[in-house]
Each structure stands twice: as C-alpha cells, then as structure tokens.
C-alpha cells in the first residue's frame, strides 16, 4: 500500500481514465491511498464512477480495503445505494465480514437509507449475513422500522427482506422486536408483513 503515488491519487479525483490506466501499466500500486487512507477505488467509489472503478477492479483493486473511518469500497457502495458498483464488488471478492464503523454490513445501511435494489440484491446474495446484528444491536430489519419512517420505500425493504427469508424475531437490545416497533409508530403495513412472516415461521 503506497501513500506517495499522489500522482495517481490526483488522477482517480479527476477521472483521468487514461492517465490512471497507463500509471497501472506502468506497475503504480493499484491499492495506493490518499491522506486518508482512502484507497482508489474508494474514491472512485463516493463519486460513483462505474467506468473508474471498473479499471481498477480489473487490476486488482482489493473492494474490501477500509479507510481510517472503516469503509471499503463494498461497504460505502452499499450504504450510498450504488448498485450497479454493488454488482461489480460482489464479482470481484466482496468480503462478508468485513464491517463498518458500527460493525455492521453493507446491507445495514442500504435498509436504513431505503435503497431498494441494493436491498433486493443484497438480500438475495447466496451467504450474504443478513441478520447480521451491528453495535447498536439492530439488524437490517430492525433499522429499515426504528430508522425509517414507514413510507412506501420501507414497506419495500421490510417485504424484500421477509421475502428473502431474514429473521423477524430478533429483539433489540431491549428486547423489543421489529414488529413490536412497527405497531408504536403506527406503520400498519409494515407491521401486517411482519405478523404475517412471524405467523408463517412458527
């Protein structure tokens, strides 16, 4: 890992596809960082830049290398709702259990933010954790009810979810479960797919 290159640092920030490709070539370090540990592909990544990433992944860009703040490319691509990079780390080595700063996976987020097709991909990614539990002692589920706001979206998340076959039992730290949650603030539709699921589970 090389923190010097800044040459091709400033290339990736500027979308120079041509200069960064013929710096590879020439055997620059396709995991160098930034000042702040933010690799490459990271920083092609928060401008989710499809075509950069797809160079670097090509080269061998590690999408599972976190910053000083814990995110990797697959992580950041998740929470930020970027699918189609989503896709494309998941082809090249995306690691399940490499977490965030709040220990949790790159579906945590993307349920939280409402970000549907990255839920529907995720959720449906053959050995993905998806009742992982993060520091907060929330799960996917337990984040698209406590964090979001009952809308459309989240009634999404929550079917997408349930239809893909996440635990719906799983208690907070409290011991309150999502259900439970969806019932105080009102979110019927929610809370009838999570009845329905619970009911289904028994």
């Excluded at 698209?144 to 893909?164: I, R």
């Excluded at 999502?178 to 699921?197: C, D, F, P």
Aim: with cysteine; proline share 2%.
């Amino acid at each position: 890992m090389n923190t010097k290159d800044t040459g091709i640092v400033a290339a990736v920030k500027k979308n120079q596809l041509s200069v960064v490709e013929a710096a590879l070539k020439k055997g620059a370090d396709v995991n160098t960082v930034d000042q702040d540990k933010r690799s490459l592909l990271l920083i092609a990544t928060h401008a989710n830049n499809l075509e950069m990433a797809t160079l670097l992944v090509t080269h061998g860009a590690n999408v599972n290398q976190q910053d000083q703040i814990k995110d990797s490319p697959f992580l950041y691509a998740g929470a930020a709702g970027f699918t189609e990079l989503v896709k494309l780390f998941l082809e090249h080595g995306a690691r399940f259990d490499v977490f965030n700063r709040y220990n949790g996976t790159a579906l945590i987020p993307a349920c939280e933010r409402g970000h549907i097709e990255v839920v529907k991909l995720l959720a449906n990614t053959k050995g993905f954790p998806m009742d992982h539990v993060n520091r907060l002692g929330w799960t996917a589920l337990m984040e698209a009810v406590v964090l979001g706001n009952g809308s459309k979206k989240y009634v999404t998340v929550v079917q997408l979810l349930a239809d893909a076959g996440c635990n719906v039992n799983i208690p907070d730290q409290d011991g309150v479960t999502a259900l439970q949650h969806a019932r105080s603030r009102g979110y019927t539709k929610i809370a009838g797919i999570l009845e329905k699921t619970a009911a289904g589970k028994r």
